[in-house]
């Protein structure tokens, strides 16, 4: 009877231990599939959530800050059970901002607690080798910096360029925490980053990877191999450059010039004469008559012959703005092309009115570069033109006047344009991914053009300036201010074989007078 009772209450134990675990809440895998996709997220409230015994995850939060995880993934092994408890493999691939992905394999150990089956967490669980109290580190060895070149190879990132050339180049400054916060927790505060110009844009590309040694409470876990950086390589030409600085230096005034190769849209020369502001890139400036080129596309793709007769009078009236030409000239009766020759406003603005209107203007205009997005790989300000509201603004905007701003780069990519029949987005960095679209010219435009802007070196506005024959080119005197009598800058584009360039003069008056002297200067240097 005794033998017969132990039997009885052993039965009973062993049912109601069946019973316990018949009735446990979900299984070890569910746990930790629902653990490791919160891991995925950093999501360390619902990875307590899971846990056998609550507390803080802040082992995950170092992880990610200090070595710099930009993102988990998890991948779960197949769960084994003994006696209540069991484990679960899991693969974690971490990738490291600056760094790659790291690897590598553990285990989450489960247990029953509260009839569901929990994580029974331990450091080891983010870690086999980490203990109670250890953190991560990274432990960084950088290559060399990487060098910035002009087009053929010479180091442009060194003390011995000039100054328009660090204007591009930019240099090196110590690190921020707000850089580090940005640049990846391989970067240490103090350590040597690009700041302004092509240094900054370029910081990971010439920086390369650092060989980086992942550690915790001393030891290294692993070791990920860097790479060199890679040379940023502009298209800068140095004779064409040096060609330039020699037209401006001795300027009194702030002085600008772009030079641009017209088949490739790749930025030759980019200088100014007076440091800080990078007017070259970067100035707004009214374009003035130069922009009668592009009112002249419009034109001519509208049907007008450079041989069309037209009137240049002293005064014309359009939408009740009163407009005079320079120094009030009038030529009476000329043809269109000498009309664009002596820089008549008073012919242009009527025609733009009948052949144009605000539409076709703007359109023409946005074919070479205008309201079009720029990439250089440094900063530069796009050329900008509103969509006229009335006929006197539509007035003034043919001769580049109302609201319309352009710097030297914007007014060089037009003489580029013209030059070869297409409008390409300049650019300073071959192979940077452009944001604009290349963009032809109007069928027959081109060669009509080229005429037209030869005679204004060879019979117009800049036929005193010097310029070497074979010069094509567009003065532009530009008021700005307020007042009955205005200040100008002086502009002159065109180009000369495989070289456009602009160039302005701020405050320096008349384009014939003042900017195209300059730009002889610098064809005669190349």
Known sequence: MIISGITVLAAGAAGGGAYWLLHTRGSPAETAQRFAAAWERGDTAAMTAQLATPQPLTAYEQMRTGLGVESAKVELGRATETDGRASVPYTATLTLKNLGEWTYQGDLDLAVADRAWKVAWTPAALHPSLAQGTTFQLKTRWPERAEITDAEGDRIDTDAVGGSVQQLVGYLDKATKKDVARLG???????????????????????????????????????????????????????????????????????????????????????????????????????????????????????????????????????????????????????????FAHSCNTTFAPLAQQHLGAAKLLETAEQVGFNQPLA???????????????????????????????????????????????????????????????????????????????????????????????????????????????????????????????????????????????????????
């Open 376 to 526: 250089i790989g440094v900063p530069a300000t796009k050329a900008s033109m509103p969509r006229a509201t009335s006929d006197a603004e539509l007035a003034a905007e043919s001769f580049g006047q109302a609201k319309i701003t352009a710097s030297p780069l914007s007014m060089a990519a037009v003489a580029a344009a013209i030059a070869d029949g297409t409008w390409r987005p300049p650019t300073l960095v071959p192979g940077l991914k452009q944001k604009a679209a290349e963009q032809p010219l109007p069928d027959g435009v081109k060669e009509d053009l080229h005429a037209m802007m030869a005679a204004v070196v060879t019979k117009g506005t800049a036929k005193a300036a010097g310029l070497p024959a074979g010069t094509h080119g567009k003065t532009g005197t530009a008021e700005y201010g307020s007042g009955e009598k205005l200040d100008s800058h002086a502009w002159f584009m065109g180009f000369k074989g495989d070289v456009a360039f602009a160039v302005v003069v701020e405050g320096g008056g008349g384009g014939g007078k003042v900017a195209a002297p300059i730009a002889a200067d610098f064809l005669r240097a190349l």
């Open 185 to 339: 927790s391989a970067y240490r505060p103090g350590q040597a980053i690009g700041r302004g110009g092509l240094q900054e844009t370029f910081q990971e590309q010439l920086a390369g990877t650092p060989t980086t040694e992942i550690q915790a409470g001393g030891k290294t876990l692993h070791t990920i191999k860097g790479a060199p950086g890679e040379p940023v390589r502009t298209t800068l030409d140095p004779k064409v450059q040096a060609a330039a600085v020699a037209a401006v230096k001795d300027v009194a005034k702030p002085t600008s010039l772009v030079a641009v190769e017209p088949a490739s849209g790749e930025i030759l020369a980019v200088v100014n004469n007076r440091g800080g502001f990078n007017r070259a890139l970067d100035g707004r400036y009214a374009p003035g008559s130069t922009f009668k080129a592009v009112t002249a596309i419009g034109l001519l793709a509208d049907g007008m012959s450079p041989r069309d007769t037209v009137t240049c009078p002293q005064y014309a009236t359009v939408g009740g703005l009163r407009i005079r030409n320079s120094e009030k000239a009038e030529f009476g009766s000329l043809s269109f092309l000498d009309s």
